[in-house]
């Protein structure tokens, strides 16, 4: 079973929700991304997505550019967002790791170049934005016979076929994108949201992670009653950004939210 499986099945038992935090590799500096990781674990994260910097990320709302345009400044690549989920696997053996990406730096490693780079990393999944399962069947199987599952996005407007093909190429859990948007959009509307989980639930067992508008405490909990976890992302990188010239300061709000986040998901 793999770390991801682990995880959530661990959570269904004790009815809790996954906290998923979203974090940029090398944002805004390499050397920040590894403890910032530690300090979310201790903080009650499930699973980590750690974003690959990619300059044209269609997905991604301002706040998560501008934190790739960082990173990228500082030399990150797909590579270096590799050696820092190895260097965090160091000391955690634990906490599943998921990169976020998109798929040029992947064609441009190479399929099987990259499937053994992320299994030498000891990374749990590969959620890549761009790569819809008709096309991702050959990287898909790679990353499967290495351990590592692959995870598909799933949208307000995906159909009945859609989840079907999501559900038999993915694994890990799915990715619900909860509005017609990008990244960090402030027009959430949890009825729509809770409609389309059960239409989806009644196609797929895998787990349901909920983001791209969970902002704070409250909309996470509320989102979590409808979902199986929680992923926040932007509201995590604003913090960075609010405090580029105290980056202990920048750590400490962002663990601040995440455990305010945690007790609202456990109570």
């Not at 040029?104 to 399962?133: C, H, K, S, W």
Request: with cysteine; proline share 5%; hydrophobic share 45%.
């Amino acid at each position: 079973m793999s770390r991801l499986a682990a995880r959530f099945e661990e959570l269904a038992k004790t009815g809790r929700k996954a906290l998923i935090p979203f974090v940029t590799a090398g944002d805004p500096h390499p050397e920040f991304t590894v403890p910032l990781m530690h300090a979310m674990v201790k903080a009650g994260v499930d699973v980590i997505e750690l974003g690959v910097p990619f300059s044209d990320p269609m997905a991604d709302g301002p706040v998560i550019q501008r934190a790739s345009e960082r990173a990228l400044a500082h030399k990150m690549s797909l590579r270096r967002t590799l050696e820092i989920a190895a260097e965090f696997r160091k000391t955690d053996q634990e906490t599943p790791v998921v990169l976020m990406g998109y798929l040029n730096p992947i064609e441009a490693m190479g399929y099987e170049n990259f499937a053994n780079a992320a299994q030498r990393a000891d990374i749990d999944g590969v959620l890549t934005v761009d790569l819809p399962p008709e096309e991702g069947v050959e990287c898909g199987a790679l990353l499967k016979a290495r351990g590592v599952d692959p995870i598909f996005l799933l949208a307000p407007n995906s159909t009945d076929e859609r989840v079907e093909k999501m559900d038999a190429a993915g694994s890990g859990y799915i990715y619900y994108v909860s509005l017609k948007g990008v990244t960090g959009a402030g027009h959430l509307n949890i009825a729509d949201v809770e409609n389309k989980l059960q239409q989806i639930k009644a196609i797929t067992k895998l787990p349901i992670a909920i983001g791209f508008g969970v902002k704070d405490a409250q909309t996470a909990k509320t989102i979590a009653t409808i979902g199986d976890g929680v992923v926040i992302g932007s509201a995590l990188i604003s913090k960075i950004e609010a405090n580029l010239d105290n980056l202990e300061q920048a750590g400490n709000d962002i663990i601040e939210l995440l455990v305010s986040i945690r007790q609202a998901l456990d109570s």
